[in-house]
């Protein structure tokens, strides 16, 4: 049945022209352990990259997409960063030329990141005391911290993992993934939700000021990355979606800042992922105008989603999309996880069709829905 290569397929796949077979390429979450606690690590492979990789594409035949490891940002010079504990606050801040910049959590038993609080985590949402990002003095701070790589050593960093996905890929001839890009998902991250909602209203001019701040940063990323030669570009819209915002202010915020991300992507040859999980009904004219190749893990199940409506506007996209990691993966009922995949592939036919389940496999899942969902492919595929 093997009549292109796993790179040869995913890539036509993504972008709608014919393959051999509809490939199936999953999202792999091993979670850490604060995100297991009190569940068992279900996975037959441990928790690295090749592991993961090895396992699935010899094991099952799945056209996997090894993804390099990416440090997107990198302080300037003399830029440092000092933690303190006042139980149960934990706070770090940055002293930068602009000023110092702070940030201040509740700690408790599920904070997964130890003796520090990162820029972009979701574990950071619901549990700011301060957030990052209040206004225009900590973005004159963040303009010192969030900076693109811009030295041999912080290139050579990067191309060091570049080279080992690289070897990975080649071991299988597997398409390779890079993840840059946040936009308003990693503002989020910076402000919490409530809080960036808002303040999309109150002071929308702070909201594209930092926008274009990252818009820049990760055009840079790209450069780079695609001059290594990577072959999908994943953005992370995940929490640019209908969920928080009118389709009015993601146009204002975010249609020319992500069309200029896909040209520079498309220049070089190589395609364009966007993330969506939920969210994406309101906002389907919206989407169908942005210059995409691949939506990545709409979950076609939640009742307030349509994707026969996503289908219909951005028909001329490709779709990563399977079962869903809320509603049929976390629960031992293989049929339902069956019956999904089949309803999938009658939504979306054959034609620029990926499966993987939105937004991911997960550790925690019984590990028997996995392999309901490789049987239910391979039969349909």
Not at 234 to 248: I, L, Q, T, V
Not at 300 to 305: A, L, V
């Amino acid at each position: 049945m093997n009549t292109m290569t796993s790179r040869e397929r995913m890539l036509a796949a993504v972008k709608r022209q014919p393959v051999d077979y509809v490939p199936c390429s999953p999202f792999i979450n091993p979670q850490d352990y604060v995100q297991r606690i009190g569940r068992r690590y279900g996975f037959p492979f441990g928790p690295s990259r090749e592991e993961i990789v090895t396992y699935f594409v010899e094991e099952h035949g799945l056209d996997m997409t090894p993804a390099c490891p990416w440090q997107s940002f990198f302080p300037e010079d003399g830029v440092v960063s000092r933690m303190r504990y006042d139980a149960p606050v934990l706070t770090k801040t940055w002293s930068t030329p602009a000023g110092e910049l702070s940030a201040a959590v509740t700690y408790d038993d599920n904070w997964p990141h130890g003796y520090d609080i990162p820029f972009f985590s979701d574990y950071t949402i619901g549990k700011f005391v301060r957030p990052w990002l209040e206004n225009e003095a900590d973005l004159a701070c963040l303009r010192h911290i969030l900076r693109p790589p811009s030295t041999r050593e912080q290139i050579d960093r990067l191309r060091f993992g570049w080279e080992a996905t690289k070897r990975l890929a080649d071991r299988y001839d597997l398409a390779t993934m890079v993840s840059i890009g946040t936009g308003l998902t990693g503002a989020q991250q910076l402000v919490d939700s409530t809080a960036l909602c808002l303040m999309a209203v109150d002071n929308p001019e702070l909201v594209d000021a930092y926008l274009e701040l990252e818009h820049q940063t990760t055009m840079k990323n790209y450069e780079i990355a695609l001059d290594f030669g990577v072959d999908i570009v994943r953005r992370n819209g995940f929490y640019e979606s209908g969920d928080f915002f009118s389709p009015a202010m993601l146009e204002r915020f975010l249609m020319r800042r992500i069309n200029e991300e896909a040209a520079v992507v498309h220049q070089a040859g190589a395609v364009f992922g966007y993330t969506v999980l939920t969210g994406y009904t309101p906002m389907v004219d919206y989407l169908a105008r942005l210059e995409l190749d691949c939506i990545m893990t709409p979950d076609p199940f939640f009742r307030s989603e349509s994707p026969e409506a996503l289908r219909d506007a951005c028909g001329r996209m490709s779709f990563w999309t399977g079962p869903s990691d809320t509603i049929h993966m976390p629960w031992d009922d293989q049929e339902a996880v069956r019956n999904a995949v089949e309803r999938v592939f009658e939504i979306y036919g054959r034609s620029g069709l990926i499966v993987a389940a939105c937004s991911s496999v997960k550790a925690i899942h019984p590990w028997e829905n996995t392999l309901a969902m490789i049987e239910t492919w391979k039969r349909l595929r």
